[in-house]
T-cell receptor
Framework: QQQVRQSPQSLTVWEGETAILNCSYE??????FPWYQQFPGEGPALLIS?????DKKEDGRFTIFFNKREKKLSLHITDSQPGDSATYFC?????????????FGQGTSLSVVP | NTKITQSPRYLILGRANKSLECEQH?????MYWYKQSAEKPPELMFL???????RNETVPSRFIPECPDSSKLLLHISAVDPEDSAVYFC????????????FGEGSRLIVV
């Protein structure tokens, strides 16, 4: 099945804490996993991504941990800032498709409290 | 993101016809229409590659896409239904197989 699941649905952390957003999938043919950040009234924007050949991808305060065997990944946001408050979508791309069809999870709404 | 512009940004309709417009200034070959309903993730509607429609995700026939050139995308909507209330995003990627999608700011459609 082409499903991507995210948890929690919403998350509140204090400024400076690490926020952990979880994602899991079922289709083993997914090979690329981008995380999109969406602020209210705006379109989603690519934040960070990982391919299935890696188990970790880091970009500043944002890190993806990927467990291919368990079909799980997580996004860690260290030293969370109020400006990180947004909805985060985990997505997955089908390896077999000749076009870029992304399957999006339901999203995690993150609130960072000062 | 001013590199993908959409208009109008907000639209309130009864059972009327209207067109949404999108233009990308990134030189990308592939353009997409996505629908995002309230509290839901974006869902692919249509995909064009070099002006050719290559993907139609079983969208109601009242939605008709048009790609007049490789940088422009239109979405014609006729006799809208309340379930059509959503934000419609235009997106593009360098190639149709490209991994990175760039989204516009969306057109919010409210059906009354």
């Amino acid at each position: 099945q082409q499903q991507v699941r995210q948890s929690p649905q919403s998350l509140t952390v204090w400024e400076g804490e690490t926020a952990i957003l979880n994602c899991s999938y079922e289709d083993s043919t997914f090979n690329y996993f981008p995380w999109y950040q969406q602020f209210p009234g705006e379109g989603p924007a690519l934040l960070i991504s990982i391919s299935s050949v890696s188990d970790k991808k880091e970009d500043g305060r944002f890190t993806i941990f990927f467990n291919k065997r368990e079909k799980k990944l997580s996004l860690h946001i260290t030293d969370s800032q109020p400006g990180d408050s947004a909805t985060y979508f985990c997505a997955a791309r089908l390896a077999s498709s000749s076009f870029s069809k992304l399957v999006f999870g339901q999203g995690t709404s993150l609130s960072v409290v000062p | 993101n001013t590199k993908i512009t959409q208009s109008p940004r907000y639209l309130i309709l009864g059972r009327a016809n209207k067109s949404l417009e999108c233009e990308q200034h990134l030189g990308h070959n592939a353009m997409y229409w996505y629908k995002q309903s309230a509290e839901k993730p974006p869902e692919l509607m249509f995909l064009y590659n070099l002006k050719q429609l290559i993907r139609n995700e079983t969208v109601p026939s009242r939605f008709i896409p048009e790609c007049p050139d490789s940088s422009k995308l239109l979405l014609h909507i006729s006799a809208v239904d309340p379930e059509d209330s959503a934000v419609y995003f235009c997106a593009s990627s360098h190639r149709v197989s490209g991994n990175t999608l760039y989204f516009g700011e969306g057109s919010r459609l409210i059906v009354v």
